[in-house]
C-alpha cells in the first residue's frame, strides 16, 4: 500500500510555526508531502520574512494525486489561499472527491470561500470565526469534523499535525511521533 499524498499550500504572507512544523511532522511520518506555491514561482514569503523554496506550483498539482491538502494560516497568507480561484478549485476538487481537506489558523477562511463548511464544526484563530458563514465554530484547539479539520493558530501546529497523521489512519506512528519529539511529557 503506498502512503497517503498531502499538498500543502503556501500563500505569500504564510505563518512560518505552522507551515513548517505541519511539513516536518508529515515528512517524519513517511508520508508523501509536496509543498507548493500558489504563486507562479516557486520562492514563498512567510508573515515574518522567512522564505521557503517549495517542491512545486500549485499550477502543476493535479487533485486526483492527493489525499490531502493543508493549508497554514498567517497574514495576509490566508487572505491570498481565500481569494485565489485557483486555490479554492483545488479545495473543491479534493473535498468532492472525499479527501481531507485541513485548515489552521485563519486559513480556514479558504475553506469557507470554497463553500466547504455548511454545518461542519471548526476552529480558527480568534476573530476570524465570523467569516467561517455556515460553520459551528467551537474554539477548539483542533478540531475534526469529517474529512475537514481546523486548528486554532501557531501554539497547536504539532497538535494539528499528529492528528493529520491520525485521521490518514497512522495513530501509531501519531503516538511514536508525539512521544519522540517530547510533545507531551
Known sequence: ???PTIAVLLANGFEEIEAVTIIDVLRRADLRVSVASINEEE??????????????????????DFDMVVLPGGMPGSENLA?????LGFLRALHARGAF??????????????GLLADKRVTCYPGFESRLTDAH???ERV???GRIITGNGPGAALEFSYE??????LTDVAEQLSTGMLASQ
Do not use: F, N, W
Open 101 to 114: 481537506v485541513c485548515a489552521i489558523c485563519a486559513a480556514p477562511i479558504a475553506l469557507a470561500a470554497a
Open 1 to 3: 500500500m503506498k502512503p
Open 137 to 139: 465554530y467551537t474554539a
Open 83 to 87: 481569494s485565489g480561484a485557483e486555490v
Open 164 to 169: 493529520l497523521v491520525r485521521q490518514l489512519g
Open 43 to 64: 520562492r514563498v514569503t512567510g508573515a515574518h520574512g522567512l522564505t521557503l523554496v517549495t517542491d512545486t506550483v500549485l499550477s502543476k498539482l493535479r487533485p486526483l
Open 143 to 145: 478540531q475534526t469534523d
